[in-house]
């Protein structure tokens, strides 16, 4: 990528990492994070911060990768999906969405995820309604979505009975 | 066929065994579905079988993955091969062992002897075992010896996909990947008048823009800068635009009256004596056309090699990599060995969506950058303006009746487009790409599968009832405005809502309760049991009377010969229509997988709840004008109602397919619900506030 090296140099905090990337200020952040970090649990589902599929926490607060300017996040701390958890440790809201098989095609669950991980931090004992409407910004083709809110409930019941669990 | 049971398995010698089975992965599990049965007959645990991915030219050619068959078919051959294998492994340990094959048991692919001497698939891995062609003298294991299929195990590939390692084709990074996009027509049938792409070749980073006919697209090192350069490129456009569509406000007009081939699909009896009749009653349902919109859109990487003879490699989420090959080759002018297609997982797949067509794009761009792989994925606005729709359609249902109500004859009519244009179905090539390159011929109206084979448009149009008469006709149209073709059950959804709301009628005009109704003329024990089943579990006719709440039921075998699902619904009926539960009953038989085919019955209400209450392909006469969420909503996660499934036992009898049963039973369960909540027959999908207002009575 010749042209990259003529692209301003740009610093990040990704995940607890200080990363450098080159591309001009105005690059969406999800291509930042799928392109120039290799993060690609962070999925295009549309450039309009309509559907979810992009969610990245900056600074705790869930926010639509696909339509944040790179220079809106210097300084902040973003994170991914990725560093939520791994599969061989998975963070409990996504252990307990593989207990409940809340997905079918995948795409949109780390959106999900992340919307999720972000109200728990604000709201420790949801409510069904309060997870859907949580979750509200976050769309589902497949039609997992019961699936996935017991499954989000399942994961602040185990949360509050150990917050440390927290990947 | 498939002789070879090497063709579909390897073992190897570090204990696992390799599985490539000619479907693939659309995000409805089958994978995971398909391990079991190879683990079930092959004695080994689950967790030593390796999915790999479908690949021409090293899977066996299973066609398309499509139409609810991967657990009935590919199934059903993958136990074959696997109890032949199994078969194998033992014979060859009984010799080297010197102890009879009988005495021999395997467990976790060990191959145990009385004597305490063992083998295992392992150490036989190198022997060939495999490679001599399938004599079928092995038998599969009985059902009632199962104890692996029939348990919910994991899907073996979630927690990757959650967790966010590249699992999808939109994640696939090759060394010296470069980033296409295709800057598509302003609108249906529009040309490409002028281009000046002096601006997009002027950013750093585009390598290189490509234009033949219509088709514009652009390559660049980075996807910001392919981005910033198809909109550039965009503005730096003329086209010539003109109008091609009906007009929309007209649509039920246009297809009654466009031009179309008529054919009586089935037919039993004639019409019954005009004494016999006491009343006629009929109706006509609408519904619109349907996008797919998947969460993720298409997107394709392809190479091709830069030395020696050209060749093309696709990496595609498409549902099927032979006709898909075939059809890239047609487009490129390349012989089929000289390309490959590997499947690479995509967002969830409900049928013919954009995957093929954007392997098109993927193709021609990388035709122009020799010895790079390039990544085209669609906008969301290509997603949901370009891929295929299901069709719009209309059903006109007449019945004539007996003083008590009993159907006497039943008339069922479509019109409508037919709902295939998958790759292999053309005389043209069938890719959206392929029409607007120089030369290129539009794509053909899509044609009518055979009944026998589920039919498209046709199919669940013949009734599922036991009545002494019915014609069905489809009235396949000639014209296709809109590209259509297949979507999640086909034609079911409509012919099912359209017969199951007409049931409805028939039972209201008669007075009779609408479960009742539907038994007085079923007869077969399977469809009566789920029926009965959704009807005792949502408590039927038990229910307090409440202001703007009402119950619904639908039933159909799905195909006809798949698996059989009622759907019991209940609504609340305010400012617009909430879907508040759905208690659905399925029997398909032998269930791989219990959990695995809730979530696929669950989904597909779910889906469906969504295609009936909210969704309606907007358009203009020049093109598609619901091209973001904004203007083509989906059911959300506020919206989405209580669904509860019962699987009926199988009852020994064999696996049918389960993935699209629920379509056409929710619509019309819905529609069933909606009625009994306000008294209005909403004949016209979807159930908006606008279409329910437009049927009340004057």
């Keep these: 990528m010749d042209d990259e090296r003529a692209a301003p140099a740009t610093a990040v905090l990704v995940n607890g990492q200080r990363r450098e990337v080159r591309t001009e200020r105005d690059t969406a952040l999800l291509y930042v994070l799928r392109n120039h970090l290799g993060l690609k649990g962070t999925r295009f589902g549309c450039g309009l911060g309509l559907c979810g599929a992009c969610l990245v926490l900056v600074d705790g607060l869930a926010t639509y990768s696909c339509d944040t300017p790179l220079w809106a996040v210097q300084g902040k701390e973003i994170t991914t999906v990725e560093g939520l958890g791994t599969a061989d440790q998975p963070h409990p809201v996504t252990r307990a969405l593989i207990a409940r098989q809340g997905a079918q095609c995948g795409y949109c669950l780390p959106g999900v995820i992340i919307a999720a991980v972000g109200l728990l931090g604000r709201n420790a004992d949801p409510s069904d309604e309060e997870v859907r409407v949580a979750l509200d910004g976050n769309l589902c083709r497949c039609g997992a979505h019961n699936r996935i809110v017991r499954a989000v409930l399942d994961a602040a019941a185990e949360l509050r009975a150990a917050p440390e669990a927290t990947a | ?210 234009r033949d006919g219509s088709f514009l697209g652009v390559v660049a090192e980075r996807e910001e800068v392919a981005l910033r350069a198809a909109g550039r490129l965009r503005a730096d456009a003329s086209w010539e635009r003109r109008p091609t569509l009906p007009d929309p406000a007209g649509l039920p007009a246009f297809l009654r009256s466009a031009a179309a081939e008529t054919a009586v699909l089935a037919e039993r009896g004639g019409p019954p004596a005009p004494g016999q009749v006491a009343t006629s009653i009929e109706a006509t349902y609408h519904r619109p056309y349907l996008a797919h919109a998947s969460m993720g859109p298409s997107s394709a990487t392809a190479l091709v090699s830069d030395q020696g003879t050209p060749r093309l490699r696709v990496w595609s989420h498409t549902q099927g990599v032979y006709p898909l090959r075939a059809e890239l080759a047609h487009a490129v002018g390349l012989a089929e060995d000289d390309v490959t297609v590997t499947h690479v997982a995509g967002a969830g797949c409900y049928g013919h969506n ?99 084979r589920g039919g498209g448009a046709g199919r669940n149009s013949v009734p599922g009832y036991d009545f002494p008469a019915y014609q069905v006709v489809n009235h396949r149209l000639l014209d296709m405005p809109l590209r259509t073709s297949a979507l999640r059950s086909l034609g079911a959804f409509l012919n099912v809502f359209a017969a199951e709301s007409f049931m409805d009628e028939l039972a209201a005009a008669a007075g009779r309760d609408p479960v009742e109704y539907r038994l007085a003329c079923l007869a077969d024990p399977r ?172």
């Excluded at chain 2, 190879?38 to 689950?46: C, I, K, W």
């Excluded at chain 2, 039943?410 to 790409?433: E, K």
């Excluded at chain 2, 408590?539 to 703007?548: I, L």
Aim: overall charge neutral; hydrophobic content about 45%; charged content about 20%.
């Design chain 2, 1 to 210: 066929m498939n002789p070879r049971p090497g063709d579909w398995l390897r073992v190897l010698p570090a204990g696992v065994i390799e599985l490539r089975p000619g479907k693939v992965e659309l995000g409805q599990g089958v994978l995971t579905a398909l391990a079991q049965v190879a683990a079930e007959e092959l004695d080994v645990s689950p967790a030593r079988v390796r999915m790999m991915p479908a690949v021409t030219g090293l899977s066996p050619d299973e066609g398309y993955t499509s139409g609810s068959l991967s657990v009935q078919y590919s199934g059903a051959a993958l136990r074959l091969v696997c109890a032949e294998v199994r078969g194998r492994f033992v014979a060859a340990a009984a010799a080297r062992l010197g102890v009879p094959e009988d005495k021999l048991t395997v467990a976790d692919g060990q191959i145990q002897a009385p004597n305490g001497r063992a083998s295992s698939y392992w150490e036989l891995a190198g022997a060939g075992l495999l490679d001599q062609p399938a004599t079928g003298d092995y038998q599969p294991k009985p059902a009632s010896a199962y104890r692996v299929v029939g348990t919910s195990l994991p899907r073996l590939d979630l927690p990757d996909k959650l967790t966010g390692r590249p699992r999808y084709t939109h994640d696939l990074s090759p060394d010296g990947l470069c980033y296409g996009r295709v800057v598509r027509p302003p609108s249906r049938g529009a040309t490409l008048a002028r281009l000046d792409p002096a601006a997009a070749l002027a950013l750093p980073g585009v390598v290189t823009v490509v």
């Design chain 2, 354 to 452: 954009g995957a093929d067509d954007v392997a098109l794009d993927a193709a021609l761009l990388a035709m122009a950058v020799p010895g790079r792989p390039v990544q085209v994925t669609w906008s969301r606005a290509d997603e949901l303006g370009w891929a295929p729709f299901g069709p719009a359609a209309l059903v006109h249902v007449a019945a004539e009746l007996d003083s008590t109500g009993n159907v006497l004859f039943w008339r069922h009519q479509i019109w409508g487009n037919g709902h295939s244009t998958r790759p292999g179905s053309n005389p043209s090539v069938a890719l959206l790409a392929a029409g607007h390159r120089a030369g290129g011929r539009d794509i053909e109206p899509a044609a009518e599968p055979p009944m026998s």
């Design chain 2, 527 to 698: 469809a009566r049991a789920v029926v009965e089943a959704a009807a005792r579990r949502s408590g039927w006719g038990s229910w307090p009377r409440a202001e703007s709440a009402g119950h619904g039921i639908g039933f159909a075998r799905y195909k006809n010969a798949s698996a059989y699902c009622a759907v019991v619904a209940e609504v609340a009926a305010v400012s617009e229509i909430r879907v508040r539960r759905l208690t659905i009953a399925v029997d398909a038989g032998l269930i791989i997988n219990p959990d695995g085919a809730a979530n696929q019955v669950e989904g597909g209400a779910i889906q469906a709840t969504s295609w009936a209450l909210k969704e309606r392909v907007r358009f203009d006469r020049y093109g598609v004008t619901s091209d973001s969420w904004e203007t083509y909503p989906i059911l959300r996660f506020t919206e989405v109602p209580a669904v509860d499934v019962e699987l009926l036992p199988g009852g020994g009898n064999p696996a049918l397919g389960i993935g699209e049963a629920a379509q056409g039973p929710t619509a019309a369960a819905i529609g069933n619900a909606v009625y009994d909540a306000l008294g209005v027959r909403v004949r016209t999908l979807p159930l908006t506030g606008e279409n329910v207002l437009a049927a009340m009575p004057d």
